[in-house]
């Protein structure tokens, strides 16, 4: 049995938490754990996690890396694949099932089942259950996870159950999201799962109904791996559900019950929170009624004489908006956002990168300064800056510096100075993070005022 997860979405509709380089499955929302960790941990009580495979794009593999690692220091580079481009879900599951076929050489008949890395599951002892008999019953079907309604609810497409199997149900047909009026239909006659895009299925099975139903997808999936790779870009942007599932007459739904939500906006995020019963300390409400506030800082958020309102902060952007509106709320924000080339958009104050993080203390004209962060064996690349220069002040653990000629170890209150288009690279020789506090000082002090000669992540 093997996992598949994806994990290549922006989440914009969880702005200004969520950013286009650092996706909302990467956040710690409700747990000490992100929502990616979360869903290895949950889906490692399913297959072993060996056999566990992660499918994102180029922005975020060392992202998805890191956060496994962090949890599961055995996890391998081999078990996160790389999209060429990102598209839809069918050209990810292609992918992960040609790699599981031509790379790991699985059998052809091992049954998997793909998740999405941003779904709450509060149940996962009963999640285990459903999922393991799932696997099992798969056969030479493909079978989906349907949610059992908990509402009529008009976010999410519906699973019309058809003959009852069982351990499962033949899927009579799939309904796209409904207006208030049919939600409220399906929800009553209790003939209806939600849609919660969980696939399970085998490669053959998946191949032969490609050759059916996605002849496009099945012409490349038949050639070599490389070529596959190669041509990946050229396969139409569509989701499983569009290119097979609603075509396939292989489809079974199991029914599940285990406290799931898809964490898609803030009003869920609320609902979510709401179940733990935990009292935010750094909440105060006076004269308000039913307010969610949520600081990424643990900020002190006073409400005074407010109603059905959501209140969201972040280290540089705050959100206030209506309660029970966030969903279209934060795509307009977006949107606009996007139109005026807001920066705050896609970029944070806490910037990730394959080696760690650094996050920007202070921001001026002629100065700036950072703390940086760098994980256990990882290092910068070897690089100059032509308009800055850099004094590096060690607060934990230890640095390898390459300074010019020179190779420093620095320790705890140590610190080096690096003068303007000095050679210089950071490097944690320790089994714990290291970081340093970077003041920065220079006519220009952006990004891209970095010179790469030697880079073990190969950016340019």
Same mark, same amino acid.
């Given at each position: 049995?093997?996992?598949?997860? /994806? ?21 710690? %929302? ?5 929502? %990616?960790?979360?869903?290895? %941990? ?18 975020? +593999?060392?992202? $998805? ?6 949890? +599961? ?10 999209? #060429? ?14 790699? /599981? ?30 999922? =393991?008999?799932? @696997? ?15 509402? #009529? ?6 699973? =019309? ?16 999201? !409904? ?35 996605? #002849? ?12 596959? @790779? ?20 292989? &489809? ?10 898809? $964490?898609?906006?803030?009003?869920? &995020?609320?609902?979510? @929170?709401?179940? =733990? =019963?935990?009292?935010? !300390? ?23 004489? &407010? ?12 959100? $206030? ?60 690349? %070897? ?24 190779? /420093? ?9 690096? !003068? ?23 006519? +220009? &002090?952006?990004?891209?005022?970095? $010179?790469? +000669? ?7």
């Amino acid at each position: 049995m093997h996992s598949i997860i /994806l994990c290549g979405g922006s989440g914009t509709r969880l702005w200004p938490l969520s950013r286009k380089n650092f996706p909302k499955q990467f956040l710690k %929302l409700y747990s000490d754990k992100s929502l %990616l960790q979360e869903t290895f %941990l949950r889906m490692k009580e399913v297959v072993p996690e060996t056999n566990i495979y992660f499918v994102t794009n180029g922005d975020n +593999y060392y992202n $998805v890396l890191n956060q496994i690692r962090e949890i +599961y220091p055995d996890f391998l580079e081999s078990q996160v694949l790389k999209e #060429p481009k990102s598209l839809n879900n069918m050209p990810a599951l292609a992918l992960a099932a040609k790699y /599981l076929k031509d790379v790991i050489k699985i059998d052809e008949t091992a049954p998997i089942i793909e998740v999405h890395s941003d779904h709450y599951i509060g149940n996962r002892p009963a999640y285990a259950k459903i999922a =393991k008999n799932a @696997l099992s019953k798969i056969g030479d079907n493909i079978g989906t996870i349907g949610i059992v309604p908990t509402k #009529p609810d008009t976010s999410f497409g519906y699973i =019309k159950k058809g003959e009852n199997l069982g351990d499962y149900y033949k899927v009579e047909t799939f309904k796209e999201k !409904p207006d208030k009026k049919t939600a409220e239909e399906f929800f009553a006659s209790g003939e209806y799962l939600w849609n919660a895009g969980m696939y399970l299925f085998n490669i053959k099975t998946l191949a032969d109904e490609m050759k059916n139903h996605a #002849p496009e997808f099945y012409s490349l999936f038949e050639k070599d791996y490389d070529t596959f @790779l190669k041509d990946f870009q050229n396969l139409p942007a569509i989701a499983i559900d569009y290119a097979i599932a609603e075509k396939s007459n292989k &489809l079974i739904t199991f029914e599940g019950d285990f406290d799931w939500s898809d $964490v898609g906006s803030f009003d869920v &995020l609320a609902e979510i @929170l709401g179940r =733990k =019963k935990d009292e935010n !300390p750094k909440h105060v409400s006076i004269d308000s009624k039913n307010v969610f506030a949520y600081s990424v800082n643990d900020g002190l958020i006073v409400t005074s004489g &407010l109603e059905d309102v959501i209140v969201i902060e972040n280290n540089d952007s705050i959100l $206030v908006q209506k309660m029970g509106e966030s969903n279209d709320g934060v795509k307009k924000v977006v949107e606009y956002l996007k139109e005026k080339n807001y920066p705050e958009l896609s970029d944070n104050v806490i910037g990730y990168r394959p080696w760690g993080k650094y996050e920007v203390l202070i921001d001026e004209d002629n100065h700036k300064v950072k703390k940086i962060t760098v994980y256990p064996g990882a290092k910068l690349s %070897l690089q100059s800056h032509n308009r800055r220069a850099e004094h590096w002040v060690v607060v934990k653990g230890t640095a390898e510096i390459v300074h010019g000629e020179d190779l /420093l170890t620095l320790e705890e209150n140590e610190s080096t100075f690096i !003068p303007v288009g000095t050679k210089h690279r950071l490097g944690n020789p320790g089994k714990t993070n290291l970081e340093i506090i970077e003041v920065q000082t220079g006519d +220009y &002090l952006e990004e891209d005022d970095i $010179v790469r +000669y030697e880079d073990v992540y190969q950016r340019s």
